[in-house]
């Protein structure tokens, strides 16, 4: 399959270091799309975004994936639904929480929603020591003091995409026995019927004007099609152990593209605050066991 998406000749002597590098070119794919996806905002509005780049994907996985060839069952279809109806809200709190926060602390504070489900069961002392972390940088994002300038409305929306993403997991997992490709552009499809009509209520026509879809297929290409083909090739080529732990680095690079991008500049206890909740991150995936080091790594890689 990843065949298909990505035909490439690698030299022999590059081809161990293929997986790291598509890995590296998924996060700092989507860290683009997203980024590009915001400049969309003052035309479009984040719902409006969010639908089309949902919206499009979802043309883009289908095509690839060509998921109508799969023989599905009635329970298939209600998983199906529940994977889809997650993802959907995910994407869209996602969005609405960039109207007002950087992109990387929205990364980071919807991080908390993989994590806390990661650790969920934790029993080994180092497993409170990353939770102790993550809340410690979670605290210093969250608007509960002076001097945190963060705007509330936002950190809800990000940590409601967090609670979706987690619950994303869940409902991805009880599709386990359907193909990745195929099951993510099904549920791509049910996100989209799910996200549309807030994007129509806030930009209506405006969707379909043909400047705004060059950009959209821009943003779904760059934060969808080809992440998601690059993971896939990653995940293929490196042990989930080290997947997870290097996909943990997402907030970083999500708010290093903040500052290039969009010249969103964080202070000093935002970075500290990254930092924390990525080390945090990629501790839990390091420390857990084996087969839940599979689902760990596959958690922290999001169709948004």
């Known amino acids: 399959m990843t065949a298909a998406v990505l035909p490439l000749r690698v030299s022999p002597g590059l081809r161990p270091f293929l997986p790291y590098l598509a890995l590296l070119g998924a996060m700092l794919s989507v860290a683009f799309g997203t980024s590009f996806a915001k400049q969309l905002f003052p035309v479009i509005g984040a719902a409006g975004t969010s639908s089309l780049r949902v919206g499009l994907g979802a043309l883009i996985l289908l095509a690839l994936f060509r998921p109508w060839r799969l023989r599905l069952t009635r329970g298939d279809l209600g998983r199906v639904l529940l994977f889809g109806l997650a993802l959907g809200l995910m994407n869209l709190s996602f969005y609405m929480s960039l ?61 409601m995409a967090g609670v979706f993403w987690a619950l994303y997991i869940v409902f991805g997992r009880r599709l386990g026995h359907i193909p990745s490709g195929p099951s993510v552009a099904l549920g791509m499809s049910v996100a989209a019927l799910v996200i549309l009509p807030f994007g129509v209520a806030e930009a209506g026509a405006g969707l379909l004007a043909p400047s705004v879809l060059i950009l959209a297929v821009v943003v779904a290409v760059g934060s969808s099609a080809l992440p998601y083909s690059l993971d896939m090739v990653a995940m293929r080529g490196m042990p989930p152990r080290t997947f997870g732990v290097l996909l943990s680095a997402e907030p970083a690079v999500g708010a290093l593209a903040g500052l290039i991008f969009l010249h969103e500049h964080l202070t000093g206890g935002q970075w500290l605050a990254i930092t924390a909740i990525v080390a945090a991150s990629a501790g839990a995936v390091a420390t857990t066991s084996r087969e839940a080091q599979k689902d760990a790594a596959t958690a922290l890689t999001p169709a948004e």
């Open 99 to 159: 109207r007002t926060l950087p992109l990387g602390l929205a990364i980071a504070i919807e991080f908390m929603g993989p994590l806390t489900l990661a650790l969920l069961h934790a029993r080994r002392l180092i497993h409170y020591v990353w939770i102790g972390l993550a809340a410690a940088g979670l605290l210093l994002l969250l608007p509960l003091r002076a001097g945190v300038s963060l705007d509330g409305v936002g950190v809800g929306f990000a940590a």
